[in-house]
């Protein structure tokens, strides 16, 4: 069954089993593969991308759930690596391993675009659905802070 | 040292023209595991004429910062421009390279000399090369960000501009290293090299290989270990949409479809039935009862100073207590992976793997080919932590690649095989004795160590060192002391889990000594200081610690507990400030203080340190694989719990430089930190944690 949706700005269509979960369609029937698996059961936050603006686990959502929807992942938040989370997360130097980080940057980008100025407690909050092993979540809180930060010295959205 | 110009250049680089060097280096040895002081070559410097440098890292990257690390001591004394430096993942090749693998948080320890070196004898030819321009006297000349300078014509010429010249020059021997007064790069927080691409979604993971032509496979093993496929139907598995294939491999029966879910969905309707084999009633219980039992036999002794057993008798004040740890999952982010293919005379590999070297081989023995027709592409590892040194997850992707020669084949485990599947750290027990005197000093220490052999590496017969350590390695000087050990074999695979034997047996040694300090009615921290007279670096370490934490004066409700370690050449000590409030423990701040010798990055030193105290909280806190059937009872995130974002302590990190050889960073910071919270939650409430996870103890 074809599928439509907006993806990154662009039209796309996509011809697969419509229980077949985003993450699977992005990664292998696309290539797009910034979007990572980490444990099929929105548990860990590693497949999180935006739909229409929220931060969602691509791994759980039925990719016939997405027609006509808008999706952002990783690849399309910003054109050269200059959304303001991602200023952040390379000033403070954020990844180790990096596996986990598409979806720390997703779910903090859909954070600071409702709460602008978020506390420790908002980022605590925003972000315990996304699971870092290598234990970078201190640079993550200075990150999102400086983000914040970034964003409203002007920074492009 | 002797030098070999290479002439393989077109099998690792896809470079043009330039000087390209490789040397053959006699490493010093590093001490430690992996540490055999072999002939270890070096990575490769490729100078290209538009003055990029490209380091060629021999070494895998997992997060521990490889990259940066090992190019920063090329850099520094090749005094080359560091905005100009490329790196790219060597191939397997054991003639050039030595071993390839990272394990035992060896790759600086074991590349200190050899890469400073290798970066000064680069510099040295691209000097004689300006000479040789000039006419002029090669010692008049300076170099510096990735120039040879003239100070008295003022005249300069790039690196890559001398490249070519340099390259027909002979290899000079015996280059001096810099003294560490004139580092420019070495000791500063320099950036990461792998931030941007991490930050993008542009870093490619083992599991983001693509390969034209590839089908993607899931596989079905027995779930009890050691049992194997009896019989299967794949008629249902073949009706669902998407899948291609389904065949058997050894080590179980494999799906393959047009993408991951297809597999995923026909493996799912696969009916298999497993022969259980002899594990197919082991428990957690069985498993404590055999380790318990165990104990009551002799072992084998590690480590003996005096007379414990005599002095513990006739001792006036004699404590005795027995610890117990669970297995663990490495639980890295990305789970296991490897995509393949086999063809006639060749297999190509890639994957996510902290032992390149060891990949090649398994993927030439599975097919019959020379390893030299294997050709291994190192991807970054989504965590490695111990569990990527297993090649079990190659096997499977080159046996199910074997049966479909000329098709890429990507095997992706779910979490749940990530889980039930993994060669997990071992559970263990030990029963400890200790007497202290009438002062209350310590007079006896004696520990009685039951864990199965790492990697069942040492069944043998003897001791497994990496099962004792960390208790017969301890530092402290005892007037009596005995290790002893025995090796348990309950069936389930173990291996190396991010720094071994140290993440049970500190914990142990370390919250035991704490049970003689109360003993005695001793502080703490004093009486460490008092025990580590001899180990002037583990001493130092431990002041450094207690005076950034303030101990002794911990906030109001607030806690504090101590431990040290050393391991992997390095020493370190944790001061923990916990609270417990109606029974819910909250870590509140954890001060580390760390002397890994000369300091190489300090910004990844302290990310490293954190990033040790994190996962070793999770193990403290929550961590426990457990048996039941033969098989593992976890399968994911929500039954195998992991510290999250809220959970994050405050880490200070203390960095204690010294000029000794650098010591290994990726392992330093895990074992302490499980003793330190456990101290300060006897500080808190007077309950001694005995038995890990922490959450298994009822603080109220």
């Known amino acids: ?157 | 040292m002797s030098a070999i110009r290479t002439v393989q250049r077109r099998d690792f680089l896809k470079a043009g023209a330039g000087l390209l060097l490789s040397f053959k280096l006699s490493a010093q040895a590093p001490g430690g595991r992996g540490a055999q002081g072999q002939v270890r070559p070096n990575a490769y410097i490729h100078i290209a004429p538009d003055d990029t440098v490209t380091f060629i890292i021999t070494k895998a990257e997992m997060g521990q910062g490889t990259v940066t690390s090992l190019s920063m001591l090329l850099a520094e004394e090749l005094d080359c421009d560091w905005a100009k430096v490329r790196t790219e993942f060597a191939p397997v090749n054991p003639a050039l390279y030595g071993m390839q693998g990272v394990f035992g948080s060896a790759s600086i320890r074991t590349s200190w000399t050899p890469l400073r070196q290798a970066g000064a004898t680069g510099r040295a030819m691209l000097i004689d090369a300006a000479a040789a321009k000039w006419n002029t006297d090669r010692s008049s000349l300076r170099t510096g960000n990735g120039f040879v300078v003239n100070p008295t014509t003022g005249a300069r010429l790039s690196y890559g501009s001398l490249s070519e010249a340099a390259a027909n020059l002979p290899v000079p021997t015996g280059v001096a290293v810099k003294d560490p007064a004139q580092f420019k790069l070495l000791g500063k927080p320099v950036k990461r090299l792998d931030t941007r691409e991490k930050s993008n979604g542009q870093a490619k993971f083992g599991l983001d290989a693509r390969v034209p032509g590839m089908l993607y496979a899931s596989l079905s093993r027995c779930p009890v270990f050691g049992g194997k496929v009896a019989s299967f139907d794949a008629s249902k598995a073949k009706l669902v949409p998407g899948v291609k294939n389904v065949v058997q491999i050894p080590q179980g029966v494999a799906v393959i479809g047009e993408n991951t879910w297809a597999a995923m969905q026909g493996r799912k309707a696969l009916e298999i039935r497993w022969d259980e084999g002899p594990n197919a009633k082991q428990s957690s219980v069985a498993i404590s009862k055999l380790f318990a039992d165990q104990l009551q036999q002799p072992g084998t002794v590690a480590k003996q100073v005096g007379d414990a057993e005599g002095v513990l008798a006739g001792a006036s004040k004699k404590l005795e207590a027995v610890y117990e740890a669970p297995y663990l999952a490495h639980a890295s982010m990305e789970p296991m992976n490897c995509t393949a293919v086999v063809r006639p005379d060749s297999c190509e590999v890639w994957v996510s793997t902290q032992m390149q070297a060891g990949s090649r081989s398994v993927a030439a023995q599975i097919t019959g080919l020379n390893p030299e027709n294997v050709k291994i592409n190192t991807m970054y590892l989504g965590g490695g932590f111990g569990r990527r040194g297993g090649t079990d997850y190659v096997s499977e992707a080159v046996e199910i690649a074997k049966a479909m020669p000329g098709t890429p084949i990507k095997l992706t485990w779910t979490r749940e095989d990530d889980m039930q599947h993994d060669l997990y750290r071992p559970a263990s027990m030990a029963k400890f004795a200790g007497a202290v005197d009438a002062d209350g000093w310590p007079l006896a220490f004696a520990a009685k160590v039951a864990c199965p052999s790492f990697g069942g590496a040492r069944r043998g017969g003897g001791v497994d060192g990496t099962a004792v350590e960390g208790i017969h390695t301890l530092e402290y000087t005892f007037p009596n002391f005995h290790v002893d050990w025995r090796g348990p074999d309950p069936g389930i695979p173990t291996n190396y889990w991010r720094a071994v034997g140290y993440t049970q047996n500190t914990f142990f040694a370390e919250s035991f000594l704490d049970e003689l300090a109360a003993a005695g009615r001793k502080d703490p921290v004093e009486l460490r200081l008092r025990l580590l007279a001899k180990s002037p670096r583990l001493a130092e370490v431990l002041k450094r610690a207690a005076e950034k934490a303030n101990w002794g004066k911990a906030p109001a409700g607030h806690f504090q507990g101590v431990a040290v370690v050393n391991n992997i050449g390095s020493f370190t000590a944790q001061v923990a400030e916990v609270s417990v409030t109606n029974g819910r423990l909250k870590v509140h701040r954890v001060v580390c203080a760390v002397d890994c010798g000369h300091v190489v990055n300090p910004a990844i030193i302290t990310q490293q340190i954190e990033s040790g105290i994190v996962y070793g909280l999770s193990a403290a806190l929550k961590g426990a694989i457990t048996i039941e059937n033969g098989r593992v009872q976890q399968g994911n995130f929500d039954k195998y719990e992991v510290v999250r974002i809220g959970e994050m302590p405050q880490v200070d990190v203390v960095i204690v430089g010294s000029d000794n050889n650098p010591g290994g960073i990726g392992e330093a910071a895990g074992p302490a930190i499980a003793p330190a919270v456990c101290n300060a939650i006897f500080a808190a409430t007077g309950k001694r944690i005995r038995k890990l996870p922490i959450s298994l103890t009822d603080l109220a």
């Open chain 1, 1 to 157: 069954m074809a599928v439509t949706f907006t993806l990154n700005g662009a039209r796309q269509t996509v011809d697969v089993d419509p229980q077949t979960p985003l993450l699977w369609v992005l990664r292998d029937t696309l290539g797009m593969t910034g979007t990572k698996f980490g444990c099929g059961m929105a548990l860990c936050g590693a497949c999180t991308v935006h739909i229409n603006g929220n931060a969602t686990r691509s791994c759980v959502t039925q990719v016939a759930s997405v027609a006509g929807k808008t999706v952002t992942t990783i690849e399309g938040l910003s054109a050269d690596t200059t959304h303001p989370v991602q200023r952040a997360w390379i000033e403070e130097d954020v990844p180790q391993c990096g596996y986990c980080q598409s979806g720390q940057i997703m779910a903090a980008a859909s954070l600071l675009a409702k709460t602008a100025k978020p506390t420790d407690a908002d980022i605590d909050e925003a972000l315990r659905g996304n699971i870092c092993r290598c234990g970078t979540y201190a640079q993550i809180r200075r990150a999102i802070h400086r983000a914040a930060d970034l964003k409203t010295a002007g920074g492009k959205a």
